[in-house]
């Protein structure tokens, strides 16, 4: 014990502004004292506060504070794999169990470099033992925040159920307690809206959007509006009404300029270059060279894995609608290689453009294999609506080649999809 090392007993320590019983109990860990008692009597034995509660010299706790803000800085340059080496090497020290917000705050960083490095099983257990901790009374945009990257980290496992179940009690607990009507509470909203979108609740999807415009005009932070316009845009190319999704990504641009995250920018523009695609096909040239300069600004931010697959996967699109199939093929295959084989909204829609492609090309059997497979994908993910329309797509492409039975099997499967 410092006190005992230093030859002072508790009664030298405690006067004159303490009590000798008082030094005891808090040596006891009977008693916690507050931080100012903490301040003093570190003043009193020569150390600094954090030594005096954690016994980890000053000198550690900066090299630990070094090397987290070394893992943030790659975190938000892109390198996630770095990031995640990093706040790994903070989580083994034992130095740093001593040090409970220093912990967290390599906990929380770990987590968002997992996902970002494409490793969405791990991510979500670290996410989960965050909830388990975090708390909505002391700090609730941090609790907010642990529940969005949760809800979305299992959304693009393919967990939608859970995604929904996850955002709407997390939602239900900020309206109880008077926080409805804030930019968290706007992202959590946002957050709930894109995992009904994916499980096809387009009508749901639809109220919600306009609720949550209308929410966030109220607040008027940009943050909330770019959420909010941003969601809204998908609901709307899920409907169909592309123009009027491209009208509200245009909008959520336009706000962009006064934030300062340029992932979720890099996220926008491929957004907006994809609803070009669908809605206004002659300007794929455009939406084209929007996409070569959202790559090279994604590879020198803190893009996931899956922001990188989806830039991929949106360039094969519009090398399709360009006219050239076998550099879609090649940049989609991209795509797939680096998503691998596990049931992703990404995988499933790099397959599913990698199968156009094939189809552009006259490949028939290769676009089955591949388009079975993104079928199959968004049957397991709950995404029943775009599974229905996959495997009416193979039906279709069955009946160009005269595998009857295969056309048949593939119509059954598409009717079951829709409940019918």
Same mark, same amino acid.
């Given at each position: 014990?410092?006190?005992?090392? %230093?030859?002072?007993?508790?009664?030298?320590?405690?006067?004159?502004?303490?009590? $000798?019983?008082?030094?005891?109990?808090?040596?006891? *860990?009977?008693?916690?004292?507050?931080?100012?008692?903490?301040?003093?009597?570190?003043?009193? =034995?020569?150390?600094?506060?954090?030594?005096?509660?954690?016994?980890?010299?000053?000198?550690?706790?900066?090299?630990?504070?070094?090397?987290?803000?070394?893992?943030?800085?790659?975190?938000?340059?892109?390198?996630?794999?770095?990031?995640?080496?990093?706040?790994?090497?903070?989580?083994?020290?034992? #130095?740093?169990?001593? =040090?409970?917000?220093?912990?967290?705050?390599?906990?929380?960083?770990?987590?968002?470099?997992?996902?970002? $490095?494409?490793?969405?099983?791990?991510?979500?257990? @670290?996410?989960?033992?965050?909830?388990?901790?975090?708390?909505?009374?002391?700090?609730?945009?941090?609790?907010?925040?642990?529940?969005?990257?949760?809800?979305?980290?299992?959304?693009?496992?393919? *967990?939608?159920?859970?995604?929904?179940?996850?955002?709407?009690?997390?939602?239900?607990?900020?309206?109880?307690?008077?926080?409805?009507?804030?930019?968290?509470?706007?992202?959590?909203?946002?957050?709930?809206?894109?995992?009904?979108?994916?499980?096809?609740?387009?009508?749901?999807?639809?109220?919600?959007?306009? /609720?949550?415009?209308?929410?966030?005009?109220?607040?008027?932070?940009?943050?909330?509006?770019?959420?909010?316009?941003?969601?809204?845009?998908?609901?709307?190319?899920?409907?169909?009404?592309?123009? @009027?999704?491209?009208?509200?990504?245009?909008?959520?641009?336009?706000?962009?300029?006064? %934030?300062?995250?340029?992932?979720?920018?890099?996220? =926008?523009?491929?957004?907006?270059?994809?609803?070009?695609?669908?809605?206004?096909?002659?300007?794929?040239?455009?939406?084209?060279?929007?996409?070569?300069?959202?790559? $090279? $600004?994604?590879?020198?931010?803190?893009?996931? @894995?899956? *922001?990188?697959?989806?830039?991929?996967?949106?360039?094969? /699109?519009?090398?399709?609608?360009?006219?050239?199939?076998?550099?879609?093929?090649?940049?989609?295959? %991209?795509?797939?290689?680096?998503?691998? *084989?596990?049931?992703?909204?990404?995988?499933?829609?790099?397959?599913?453009?990698?199968?156009?492609?094939?189809?552009?090309?006259?490949?028939?059997?290769?676009?089955?294999?591949?388009?079975? %497979?993104?079928?199959?994908?968004? @049957?397991?993910?709950?995404?029943?609506?775009?599974?229905? /329309?996959?495997?009416? #797509?193979?039906?279709?492409?069955?009946?160009?080649?005269?595998?009857?039975?295969?056309?048949?099997?593939?119509?059954?499967?598409?009717?079951?999809?829709?409940?019918?």
């Amino acid at each position: 014990m410092l006190r005992i090392r %230093q030859g002072v007993s508790q009664a030298q320590l405690a006067f004159p502004e303490l009590s $000798d019983s008082y030094i005891s109990l808090i040596e006891s *860990d009977k008693r916690v004292p507050a931080p100012s008692v903490v301040e003093l009597l570190a003043t009193k =034995l020569h150390c600094s506060p954090t030594y005096l509660v954690s016994g980890v010299s000053e000198e550690v706790v900066d090299g630990l504070r070094v090397t987290l803000d070394y893992a943030e800085i790659a975190l938000q340059n892109g390198a996630a794999a770095e990031a995640r080496a990093r706040f790994a090497e903070v989580l083994e020290s034992t #130095d740093a169990a001593a =040090l409970p917000d220093l912990m967290h705050q390599a906990r929380w960083g770990h987590a968002l470099a997992l996902e970002a $490095d494409g490793q969405l099983e791990p991510a979500i257990t @670290e996410l989960n033992r965050l909830k388990e901790v975090a708390s909505l009374e002391t700090d609730r945009d941090h609790w907010a925040r642990v529940h969005v990257a949760l809800s979305r980290c299992l959304r693009e496992r393919g *967990d939608v159920s859970a995604s929904v179940r996850l955002a709407e009690e997390a939602l239900r607990q900020l309206t109880a307690v008077g926080s409805e009507s804030t930019d968290t509470a706007v992202h959590l909203a946002a957050t709930l809206l894109a995992a009904l979108i994916v499980r096809g609740d387009l009508v749901r999807a639809h109220q919600l959007a306009g /609720q949550l415009i209308e929410r966030a005009e109220r607040i008027g932070s940009p943050r909330a509006r770019i959420w909010a316009y941003w969601e809204a845009a998908y609901v709307a190319e899920m409907r169909g009404e592309y123009d @009027e999704g491209i009208a509200w990504v245009e909008r959520a641009l336009a706000l962009h300029g006064e %934030q300062e995250d340029p992932r979720n920018l890099c996220r =926008l523009r491929l957004a907006f270059a994809g609803l070009l695609l669908r809605a206004r096909p002659d300007q794929a040239q455009h939406a084209h060279e929007l996409l070569l300069r959202t790559r $090279d $600004d994604i590879a020198a931010s803190a893009a996931s @894995e899956i *922001d990188v697959a989806w830039c991929l996967t949106t360039l094969a /699109q519009a090398e399709t609608v360009l006219g050239r199939p076998e550099k879609a093929v090649e940049l989609a295959s %991209q795509a797939v290689e680096m998503l691998g *084989d596990s049931p992703r909204r990404a995988a499933a829609w790099a397959l599913a453009v990698l199968g156009e492609a094939y189809v552009r090309l006259g490949l028939r059997t290769e676009a089955v294999g591949v388009l079975t %497979q993104t079928a199959t994908h968004l @049957e397991t993910m709950e995404s029943t609506r775009q599974a229905a /329309q996959a495997w009416f #797509d193979l039906a279709e492409l069955f009946g160009e080649t005269g595998a009857e039975a295969p056309r048949l099997a593939a119509y059954r499967r598409a009717l079951n999809c829709v409940g019918l």
